[in-house]
């Protein structure tokens, strides 16, 4: 079940109101959180004011209105920290230069499907984590990120769920189990399969937050409802403690 907090918010900024309905119904149908359109620079800031959730734009270079969309990104980027993708007809080298200049994380040219909205989303995301801003101009049509990549961003984890992205709150996650090369995120009504080994969920993670119990687990200490004997109880799960991790973790009872 994937819960109306859960959705990544995105921002459309498009003048042309077929291919705004256009966008906005693909994003829709891809599980994404339309919290606005935009038509012009002043009314998307007056929508990224008013709406603190947004964590993406899909912004149109050629916008209505005194500032076009490239000013438009230079003020986000002062002003809110977002990551955008451009939408664009227009390839011509001038206009490269200058949407260049503005560091986006992504770029689509029209026209585009589903899947190269689909990649644009991932590479804005995966670019925006690592603080890596998109210089190639067509990227986002030809390649994607590797899809076992766990994107901590703020104060959330952006986890990949049947070919689009969840943004959950790291405090929202219950417990991490290894299964050899895969880790399984667990939250209260989802799970996320990863094939990757366990530290590497680990790296993402708050040390003070979250403690191995177990070589095959790690818990948030903040959703441990309680233990006994060789077990922690969060929620329905039983989380095993392993002999060389009891001590550690009955000195955190000791603390609580």
Known sequence: MNTARHKVNILVVEDEFLLADDIIDRLTAMNYNIVGHATSADEALELIEKHPEIDL????IIIKGGRDGIELARIINEKHQLPFIFLTSNADSYMVERAKSVNPYAYMLKPFNDRQVGIAIEMALVNYSENT?????????ETTAESNTILQIKDSLFLKKDQHY????????????ADNNYSTIYT???KYLYSVVMKKVEQQLPSKTFLRTHRSFIV??????????????IGKHRIPISKSHKETVFKLFNTI
Request: proline share 2%; charged share 25%; aromatic share 10%.
């Open 220 to 233: 948030n200490i903040t959703r441990i409802d309680g233990y006994e004997g060789n077990q922690l109880y």
């Open 133 to 141: 801003p998109e210089t190639d101009f067509n990227v986002a049509t």
């Open 188 to 190: 209260e009504n989802e």
């Open 166 to 177: 969840n943004k959950v709150s790291i405090g929202d996650i219950l417990f991490i189990e």
């Open 57 to 60: 734009l899909l912004l149109d």
